[in-house]
């Protein structure tokens, strides 16, 4: 797991970031695509959609598929969608 360097507590997604009830549930419930963790597809406040998220077992957010820092803050998650047929 990539560790989120230079992420202030609540402002960037690092691996303590979990999504909030309901959401977090709703994420769960969306199979896995290996054990534990989920792939999915946010939309963020202003529309924009960010794929290749990947959350564990536990809500929380592990860092975007190839890169190392998550391009969005938690806060601006509106939704979530099931990603898991995708790559």
């Known amino acids: ?3 989120v360097s230079g992420a202030a507590p609540g402002s960037m997604c690092g ?3 979990r999504f909030p ?3 977090r549930q709703q994420i769960l419930d969306f199979p896995e695509v290996h054990m534990a ?3 999915i597809t946010v939309e963020l406040r202003d529309g924009t959609a960010v794929s290749g998220v990947l ?3 536990e809500g929380v957010l592990i860092p975007v598929e190839g890169d190392d820092r998550a391009p969005f ?3 601006d998650v ?3 969608y099931d990603a898991s047929s995708v790559g």
Request: no cysteine; hydrophobic share 60%.
């Open 1 to 3: 797991m990539v560790r």
């Open 15 to 17: 691996v303590t970031d």
């Open 21 to 23: 009830d309901p959401l």
């Open 37 to 39: 963790v989920h792939r």
């Open 55 to 57: 959350v564990d077992w």
């Open 73 to 75: 803050a938690m806060a």
């Open 78 to 80: 509106v939704a979530a």
